[in-house]
């Protein structure tokens, strides 16, 4: 299924600003580094599949 030419971090991105969180605030609620977030969101990685249902329910 095709988003919309949006990578996952770019999704991450966009789900975590329009919340108004910062990357560090975002990192803090997933247990994680603020570095692991920028990562994500520079398609340097991505999440863990075992965390990706708490990333749904935290964005």
Do not use: H, N
């Not at 999704?11 to 329009?18: D, P, V």
């Amino acid at each position: 299924m095709k988003q919309s030419g949006k990578t996952m971090g770019m999704l991450i991105a966009s789900l975590r600003k329009a919340q108004g969180m910062t990357q560090a605030e975002l990192a803090e609620r997933m247990q994680v580094t603020d570095k692991a977030v920028s990562k994500w969101e520079r398609d340097l990685s991505c999440p863990d599949i075992q965390s990706l249902p708490k990333l749904a329910e935290v964005l």
